[in-house]
């Protein structure tokens, strides 16, 4: 079945920092993926929705200058956490669909970034 | 918006028990599905509900659309230790795949 690749799976960094996440479709061409946060304990928030070859959608007030996406190619869409400081530790979630097996084909996760700014 | 609240927030059973939890929106959904996550991890589909009144079983799972198109449940039978983790209920928002989530509920079992 559809498998979506995360990585890296943990980060700590010192503020100021940026960091960048990859997320990759393994085995089919995903040309929407989607990124979500997710603080402890907490349900998945959408952050933005990854559309391969133009600008990325943001969910309402989530900063864009921020949190860069970039959807280069039809298999990878990175998140870039600019400046990152202690309020941007987070869990960081992405999701894609295999396109070809219809539009009602659920998502797929990635395992995670567990994201922790010192 | 849609919004969808899933109950309970929490559930601690013993092993062997069954388990239930529902989730139900303001606004109508094409597609239900439902997710378990581990600790550390990104969810899990475990089952998918395209269609009002649907039934669908996955091993132990069970789930079902609701006839209105506003709610699902999820039930798990004679539940083991590996049944713990959060369950999320989610809605198809849109046809490009956006999802909407419940607040989850909580699974623990204890032996």
């Known amino acids: 079945g559809a498998v979506v690749s995360q990585h890296p799976s943990w980060v700590i960094c010192k503020s100021g920092t940026s960091v960048k996440i990859e997320c990759r479709s393994l085995d089919f061409q995903a040309t929407t993926m989607f990124w979500y946060r997710q603080f402890p304990k907490k349900s998945l928030m959408l952050m933005a929705t990854?559309?391969?070859?133009?600008?990325?959608?943001?969910e309402q007030g989530v900063e864009k200058d921020k949190f860069l996406i970039n959807h280069a190619s039809l298999t990878l869409s990175t998140l870039t956490v600019t400046s990152a400081h202690p309020e941007d530790s987070s869990f960081y979630i992405c999701?894609?669909?295999?396109?070809?097996?219809?539009?009602?084909?659920?998502?797929?996760f990635g395992d995670g970034t567990r994201l922790s700014i010192l | 918006g849609q919004q969808l609240n899933q109950s309970p927030q929490s559930m601690f059973i013993q092993e062997g028990e069954d388990v239930s939890m529902n989730c139900t929106s303001s606004?109508?959904?094409?597609?239900w599905l439902w997710y378990k996550q581990d600790p550390g991890e990104g969810p899990v589909l475990l089952i998918a509900l395209y269609k009002a009144g649907e039934l669908t079983s996955n091993g132990r799972l069970t789930a079902q659309f609701g006839i209105t198109r506003k709610d699902s449940f999820l039930n798990i039978s004679a539940s083991i230790p590996s049944d713990v983790g959060i369950y999320f209920c989610?809605?198809?928002?849109?046809?490009?795949?956006?999802?909407?989530f419940g607040a989850g509920t909580q699974v623990v079992v204890t032996p």
């Open positions: 990854s559309n391969e070859g133009s600008k990325a959608t943001y």
């Open positions: 999701s894609a669909r295999d396109p070809d097996r219809g539009r009602s084909q659920p998502q797929h």
């Open positions: 606004s109508i959904f094409n597609t």
């Open positions: 989610a809605g198809l928002v849109d046809s490009w795949g956006k999802l909407q």
